[in-house]
């Protein structure tokens, strides 16, 4: 702490004493309920929630029944799990009911609070939607607390992977919905993917309550949500390039940005490429994806590693998450890197690729009029979770005070030392029958040390991403006596560790990071693992000289100084000037991290409010009973863009009637009326008039309810869908190369911003006229099938009249 802001606090108190002292009158209000509340039958306290909804409908707010209906889900807790909530865990639920984070150290009952603010907000029939990282969570606690839910009247739905549209409807359609981030973001997107009103499941979004809210929203946010499909282009060129670029050298024909995971050709690797293909120009016209997927090849070779950050798993490149340790299912790089990876690793190499839909979580999560969170680490991120998120940060403190004992970092010059250092004193501890977990930063790692406990003899576990089905059974068995767990440092994340008996007298559980992580949450995190709920425990990271954190941040002057001293490489340092130096290392990764999260979401939200729009636009078109509107919208807008606005006897009308002519042509096949136009008072209102009297001709081949569902809206949302799937691409490209306009003294943002815009405008433009070529032409049959009155229309949109 600063002398400044100790003087502050000095003089203006403790900035948390003074929040949680704003909770403590409601928090006296529940607990003088509670006796009242208890004397309920079960019939009487599961019909409060009748009572609740009545009086919300008469005008009251959450905010005047809070106090109550606290009371009566800590009381019914009570009966159907036997959990009583805390003081502090009411106070975590009117945290999250204001919108706000609730930071809560691991063991507090994150779950059981989430309870509290779930059901006040969903007594407005809105819907909440609780949000986990994983499947098994969101499956445990729709499961676990939603027999508190449904005790009190109120329906549970579950979302998870490979459900039914109908299912997932269902879910939805809940009080309250458990589900995971993805899937959440996922769906989302596939509605905006539906070609008819029934095909939508996500049909609202309120209040989300976000578990573990810093690995959503800040971890993720750098890795935007993609539904995409695939694109026929050969993947034969993916295997001859990553042979070639199997020669080139680092530094002699490319160079490396490993920070920015950036890589870039040398003029000699330049000519060696040529050479090698037999080409006399690699950046030929028409020849331009041989050096993108060069450069691809030469990152997936040198840039990303196997077992750290993917995996080989059935002949199959699976991702690991950096963060977790997860493998992400379904998940692919994108821009061909994912096939430039399974070329070298000699694996089946898929299609590439192309957008139908993507969101990044920062912009999905904004839509929610209503948001909250909660996690054990947030305070780091505070100021990004304000500026992008506007959502506050609480800490709330815990039911019993923490016990554990977070030691000085350990450093050592060589990694191996370190990892022999770390082994001793595993075995020290399980010789003592203290449980030890240790938290590492890679798959790598965790088998690196597994194969030296397993030359010591000592029984352990690994887990890791190749075992992540089995990750929840593991880490709950973690704390027992004798116990070692080797995990990355996210695993297992929202799965308690409970201490086994007399393990509390042998020091509670050892953590040991292997290694520092770039962001000081996910150290905090694996070492909140130990001390839960006040039990003792012990933390400690060893560090070594050759950790990349360690090399990208000073491990030179440390090494100097160690040699100086003449110290031998298996003594280490331990100082906390040293720890303090590591975290500020932190503090600037975790800075320029924060910068990247932030330029994309800047030029994110350029596409975000296309995105809106266009979203907006398919919503109504799905549900609009008559497209009479719209159609009418895209002929006068095509007009407007058609015809000179000039006076008809200028002679620059005269200049454009030849183009005017031949363009409205092509989109209305009416040559009359083309011709004629031109002779009438108000030409565009008279063509307009004629062109929708023209339209009603065309729907008068079918009833008119079925012309707009069979053909019309089907016309209009794929016309839309493939445009603005273009559109996607063309934005994409326009990114990858907008930097460049900064050698320019301009603004690459703004830039983006106004070519982006002008790209949204003809996409729009190409839209209406290809809908309207379509509408006028589209060739209408009806077959009838056997059996008396049976009506089958059956419209070949491909065929033109």
């Known amino acids: 702490m600063s002398f400044l802001t100790s003087v502050l606090s000095f003089v203006l108190g403790d900035p948390l ?79 999250l009911h204001q919108g706000k984070i609730a930071e809560m150290k691991t063991g507090e009952g994150k779950t059981l609070v989430s309870t509290l603010a779930t059901y006040l907000n969903a007594l407005e029939g809105k819907g909440v939607y609780v949000v986990t990282v994983n499947d098994y969570l969101a499956r445990r606690d729709s499961e676990w607390m939603g027999q508190l839910f449904r005790f009190l009247g109120l329906s549970v739905g579950l979302i998870q992977a490979d459900m039914s549209p109908a299912t997932r409807r269902m879910a939805y359609d809940a009080d309250v919905t458990y589900g995971t981030n993805n899937e959440f973001g996922f769906d989302y997107l596939r509605d905006h993917l539906a070609l008819s009103a029934d095909e939508l499941t996500q049909t609202r979004r309120h209040f989300a309550v976000v578990d573990e809210v810093d690995s959503i929203l800040i971890d993720e946010a750098r890795t935007p949500l993609i539904i995409s499909g695939a694109i026929s282009q050969s993947t034969d060129q993916y295997r001859v390039l990553a042979d070639v670029t199997q020669s080139l050298l680092d530094g002699e024909h490319f160079t490396l940005d490993r920070k920015t995971r950036h890589a870039s050709l040398t003029e000699l690797g330049i000519s060696a490429v040529e050479s090698a293909l037999g080409i006399p120009h690699l950046y030929a016209p028409g020849k331009m994806d041989i ?44 821009d061909g890197l994912h096939q430039a990876i399974e070329a070298i690793e000699q694996v089946p190499i898929r299609e590439e690729s192309q957008t ?25 991120e505070a100021s990004e979770f304000s500026t992008i998120y506007r959502l506050d940060v609480v800490p709330i403190p815990t039911h019993h005070p923490v016990q554990r004992q977070d030691q000085p970092d350990l450093v050592f010059k060589t990694r191996q030392e370190k990892y022999k250092a770390i082994v001793n004193e595993v075995v020290a501890a399980h ?94 995190q694996l070492r909140g693992r130990s001390g839960r709920q006040g039990d003792p425990g012990r933390s400690r990271f060893f560090v070594s000289l050759e950790d990349d954190l360690m090399r990208l941040f000073g491990s030179e002057r440390i090494a100097n100084v160690m040699t100086r001293l003449g110290m031998p490489d298996d003594t280490p340092i331990e100082h906390g000037l040293v720890t303090r130096s590591i975290e500020r290392a932190q503090v600037k990764v975790e800075r320029y991290h924060f910068g990247i999260r932030k ?10 409010r296309q995105r809106e729009a266009i979203y907006q636009r398919r919503d109504r078109l799905l549900t609009a009973p008559s497209l009479d509107e719209d159609v009418a919208d895209m002929i006068r807008s095509v007009l407007t863009d058609t015809l000179p606005a000039d006076d008809p006897q200028s002679p620059a009308f005269l200049s454009r009637w030849d183009e005017a002519i031949t363009t409205l042509g092509v989109m209305f096949p009416f040559p009359d009326l083309i011709t004629t136009w031109r002779q009438a008072p108000q030409p565009l209102e008279s063509l ?18 079925v012309f707009d569902d069979l053909a019309a809206r089907r016309v209009i949302l794929s016309t839309l869908d493939r445009q603005w799937i273009d559109h996607l691409h063309h934005m994409e490209s326009l990114r990858e190369g907008i930097g460049l306009r900064a050698l320019g003294q301009k603004d690459p943002l703004i830039e983006y911003k106004i070519e982006g815009f002008s790209y949204y405008q003809e996409m729009l433009k190409a839209c209406h006229a290809e809908t309207l070529q379509v509408l006028f032409r589209i060739d209408i049959t009806i077959e009838q099938p056997k059996g008396p009155d049976v009506f089958n229309p059956f419209i070949d949109v491909s065929r033109l009249s």
């Open 291 to 334: 050096p993108h997927i060069v450069l691809q090849c030469i990152k997936a070779r040198h840039l990303y590693a196997r077992d750290t950050d993917y995996v080989v798993k059935d002949g199959e490149v699976m991702i690991v998450d950096e963060f977790t340790g997860r493998l992400m299912e379904g998940r692919r790089y994108s």
């Open 356 to 380: 139908l839909a993507s969101i990044t979580f920062q912009n999905y999560f904004r839509l929610f009029p209503k948001l909250a969170g909660m996690t054990g680490t947030a305070l780091t």
């Open 688 to 705: 307009h008039h004629d062109l929708m009297q023209a339209y009603q001709t065309q729907k008068s081949k079918l009833p008119p309810q």
């Open 599 to 608: 330029q994309i979401l800047q030029y994110d939200d350029v596409l975000n």
């Open 17 to 95: 004493t003074r929040t949680l002292k704003t909770y403590r009158p409601l928090v006296d209000r529940i607990n003088a309920l509670e006796p009242a509340i208890a004397t309920l039958t079960d019939e009487e306290l599961q019909h409060k929630t009748i009572d609740f909804k009545a009086q919300l409908a008469q005008g009251q707010s959450l905010d005047a029944i809070l106090p109550e209906a606290f009371a009566v889900v800590r009381d019914a807790s009570k009966r159907v799990l036997g959990l009583r909530h805390f003081d502090v865990q009411l106070i975590g639920g009117m945290v």
């Open 431 to 524: 010789d003592a029958g203290q449980p030890v977990l240790v938290g590492t930063i890679s798959i790598q790692q965790s088998e690196a040390l597994s194969a030296l406990l397993t030359q010591r003899k000592v029984p352990h576990q690994v887990l890791n991403a190749k075992f992540h089905d089995i990750e929840a059974d593991i880490i709950a068995q973690a704390g027992q006596s004798h116990a070692v767990t080797i995990a990355t440092n996210m695993a297992g994340r929202g799965t308690d560790i409970k201490l086994g008996e007399g393990v509390r007298e042998r020091g509670g559980l050892l953590v040991i990071g292997s290694e520092r992580h770039e962001s000081r949450r996910i150290d905090h």
